[in-house]
């Protein structure tokens, strides 16, 4: 079981999960360069709002190389996926044009 510390955007608390230590420090540094990413790309300041454009921008990332396993795997993508990519590009827009 690994334990983290976590400081970033202004939060400091302790988390522990299932994996191990190295691997932890490694997504929570993936994640900070996240945070950073959209602090320095954007007029957004509050840590709350930053962290949920993060969160989104890491789902999207996850969600689209699921596709590209999915489209690997067979070899046209359905129209509910295609409708879902929509609906997410189109909430990630929405939602930036709202916190700007």
Known sequence: MGKLQIELLGASFSAQASEDDAYLAKLLSYYKEITESIKNSSDVKDPLKISI????????????????SIFLSKSVPTED?????RIAQSIIEKISGALE
């Open 81 to 85: 996926d295609e409708k879902a990519e």
């Open 53 to 68: 454009l993060s969160g989104i921008a890491l789902v999207d990332e996850l969600y689209k190389e699921k596709q590209k």
